[in-house]
T-cell receptor, first 114, second 113 residues
């Protein structure tokens, strides 16, 4: 799976949009971009994923650059409950009989400030 | 509601003892995974299973063992051979095909005294 690079920490004012960047310059054509978050001492929570088109769901938006070498997760109106570590992961969608695993790095610790 | 249940949430054991962490899912997922997380670190894959009665080692399988006798269950045993067992353990599952999401349990925190 392609390696990702994320800033170790970010701050965001409550009510403002939080934009979390991720670099994945070695991503392959069949690899998806996934975002998860982990609130302290809980299991990670899936947020969103995409291949090349921008995606939006009830939690967030995912913007992937045209060359697919980087992406941005957008939380449109951050709340205090969004304070968590956010993980950006890239991997193939399905590898048949092989592994189907996600490699988590250290992520970005997002602090939403009142 | 469907989900993944891990137990116990907290576990204390003496050094040299084997411990088994339970993971049960009622999502009808084929694939299940065990991850380990140390403070300030990301997740590292211990073992995974694509189907019943089959499982593969992940990146840090030494000192751990698993079984997959039922689709719903994927218990992890931390053996005395694991040199640094104190950690936060996470179980996860997914449908098994396609680029779907990984569902996680709430984790089990093991402390070896």
């Amino acid at each position: 799976d392609a390696k990702t690079t994320q800033p170790p920490s970010m701050d965001c004012a409550e009510g403002r949009a939080a934009n979390l960047p991720c670099n994945h310059s070695t991503i392959s054509g069949n690899e998806y971009v996934y975002w998860y978050r982990q609130i302290h001492s809980q299991g990670p929570q899936y947020i969103i994923h995409g291949l090349k088109n921008n995606e939006t769901n009830e939690m967030a938006s995912l913007i992937i650059t045209e060359d697919r070498k980087s992406s941005t997760l957008i939380l449109p109106h951050a709340t205090l409950r969004d304070t968590a570590v956010y993980y950006c992961i890239v991997r193939v969608g399905y590898s048949g009989a092989g592994s189907y695993q996600l490699t988590f790095g250290k992520g970005t610790k997002l602090s939403v400030i009142p | 509601d469907g989900g993944i249940t891990q137990s116990p949430k907290y576990l204390f054991r003496k050094e040299g003892q084997n411990v088994t962490l339970s993971c049960e899912q009622n999502l009808n997922h084929d694939a299940m995974y065990w991850y380990r997380q140390d403070p300030g670190q990301g997740l590292r894959l211990i073992y995974y299973s694509q189907i019943v009665n089959d499982f593969q080692k992940g990146d840090i399988a030494e000192g751990y063992s698993v079984s997959r006798e039922k689709k719903e269950s994927f218990p992890l045993t931390v053996t005395s051979a694991q040199k640094n067992p104190t950690a936060f353990y996470l179980c996860a599952s997914t449908v098994g095909q396609g680029p779907g999401e990984l569902f996680f349990g709430e984790g089990s925190r093991l402390t070896v005294l």
